[in-house]
């Protein structure tokens, strides 16, 4: 009986440090919401060029992704954001030309 209290004692005190922590994404501001966020801005993207980035260079996008940056996040979170247009635009643009889905994208980002 008292070597079971112990285990169980044991067990609630591992319980309580915590779960092991799960790899962070590299920029951990972006989980959560973030997500959401994601999605919100590359379908605003699409609509903007409807849909079509036949034509569409990675710098072209990479502006449209600023504005966007700027339209729905501020501060810290919209500097993070510039960085992945700035990182990601040509790879981003391949991807939206292949049809790939806003949350694939943003999974890949590791913001989903
Ligand atoms: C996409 O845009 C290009 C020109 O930028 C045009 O030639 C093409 O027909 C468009 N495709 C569709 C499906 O609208």
Avoid at 53 to 68: A, C, E, I, K
């Amino acid at each position: 009986m008292q070597y079971i209290c112990l285990v169980s004692a044991l067990f609630v005190l591992v319980l309580s440090r915590g779960i092991p922590t799960i790899p962070q994404p590299r920029i951990d501001v972006w989980s959560g919401p973030n997500c959401h966020m994601c999605e919100v801005i590359l379908n605003n993207v699409r609509y903007e060029y409807r849909n079509n980035f036949t034509n569409v260079t990675p710098d072209q996008l990479r502006q449209s992704l600023y504005q966007q940056c700027d339209l729905n996040l501020n501060g810290f979170t919209d500097q993070e954001c510039h960085k992945i247009a700035d990182e990601d635009s040509a790879d981003i643009l391949q991807q939206l030309q292949e049809g790939t889905s806003s949350y694939r994208i943003c999974q890949r980002e590791l913001l989903c």
